[in-house]
Nanobody, 121 residues
């Protein structure tokens, strides 16, 4: 079993940057694909970024491509999301997830509790 805990969220101005983290415990995540998802009020959860178990493959939603970067440090059992040039529409609760198969908004083995990111205009 893997326990995921997100941290680093907060309030930032539009155009600012923020780095959020997902720390895993219980077992290594080195064999898991990882992902970041978000959910804004009144919306469904959506994928933000995904990364392969090795870190060699990444995928980003079109809305964040060029602004966000997902990375992982398997030695630290941690996944990161660097968010630059933040926009008010990025405001949401951000969740990390882990899975042994490709992760989607409806399929993952483990989910964190989320961290709030609020971007003011």
């Amino acid at each position: 079993q893997v326990h995921l805990v997100e941290s680093g969220g907060g309030l930032v101005q539009a155009g600012g940057s923020l780095r959020i983290s997902c720390a895993a415990s219980g077992r290594t995540i080195s064999t898991y694909a990882m992902g970041w998802f978000r959910q804004a009020p009144g919306t469904e959860r959506e994928v933000v970024a995904r990364i392969s178990s090795s870190g060699g493959g990444t995928h980003y939603a079109d809305s964040v491509k060029g602004r966000f970067t997902i990375s992982r440090d398997n030695a630290k059992n941690t996944v990161y999301l660097q968010m630059n040039n933040l926009k008010p529409e990025d405001t949401a609760v951000y969740y990390c997830a882990a899975g042994t198969r490709p992760i989607t908004t409806t399929r993952a083995d483990y989910w964190g509790q989320g961290t709030q990111v609020t971007v003011s205009s």
